[in-house]
């Protein structure tokens, strides 16, 4: 499995289809995550699509696991979220997306950790549903420790990075917890160059890269990125 490497900054792109992961591997990327119906801010994929887009390309795919609108899961989308876990690794996912929270806000530890389980060692994503949680300090505390969990994406508000960017320079407890913090939510170019001067070199752009979500993704588009990225 490919693991990009820690040191160099890592450019992940939204792909919703074949090409867009194809024209993101062009432009440089590191990284792919694979969504569905990004009009519902992104749900998992069929894994047929899984399995092509692992054909077409030699980069790391990280597969999103969330089949409802927001970021709760009863019992029952729970059992439907650990099948579809397991069809998806059939399909050849080996890296994930995820992350829960209860009704009040607090990260679902226990909803999380049931898909940990089954996504069996893989490294995974928790989503920004850390940027919806009632209490940042607490949810951020809560993700510590969790088994294969190496990265946050993050854009430090719900609003999104022109919001979150200062209070993500003013947070380091996830250096000392040894997590990757990926940046996303709204991303644009101007928002690079300050993330990379307090230390945040991973970014997360699905619109950027592409004219509308009805249109694919633009390699030059993220070429660009990925020059401005590595400047």
């Known amino acids: 499995m490919t693991v ?7 450019l992940e792109i939204i792909a919703l289809t074949v090409a867009d992961a194809v024209a993101a591997q062009q432009g440089g990327a590191d990284r792919i995550e694979v ?31 969330r089949t409802t609108d927001g970021f709760t899961a009863d019992a029952d989308q729970l059992a439907d979220l650990i099948t579809t876990v397991g ?12 992350g829960f929270l209860t009704p009040t806000g607090e990260v679902d530890l226990a909803a999380t950790r049931a898909v940990v389980e089954a996504i069996d060692g893989s490294p995974w994503t928790f989503h920004r549903a850390v940027d919806h949680a009632a209490d940042a300090e607490q949810a951020w505390a809560a993700l ?9 994406l993050t854009a430090g508000s719900a609003q999104g990075l022109d919001t979150g960017l200062p209070r993500l320079a003013a947070r380091d407890d996830w250096r000392d917890a040894g997590i990757r913090l990926l940046a996303g939510g709204g991303l644009k170019h101007a928002h690079v160059p300050g993330l990379r001067s307090i230390g945040v070199n991973a970014i997360h752009a699905g619109g950027l ?8 993704v633009a390699a030059d588009q993220v070429r660009t990125l990925r020059e401005l990225l590595d400047a």
């Open 144 to 152: 510590r420790g969790l088994p294969g969990l190496d990265t946050v």
């Open 209 to 216: 890269v592409r004219d509308s979500w009805q249109t694919p």
């Open 87 to 98: 069809e998806l690794r059939d399909a050849g996912a080996q890296e994930f997306v995820l």
């Open 35 to 65: 969504v569905a119906q990004m009009d519902r801010d992104g749900l998992t994929p069929d894994p047929r699509l899984v399995a092509e887009m692992r054909a077409a390309v030699d980069i790391p795919l990280r597969v999103m696991v």
């Open 4 to 10: 990009s490497s820690p040191q160099r900054g890592l």
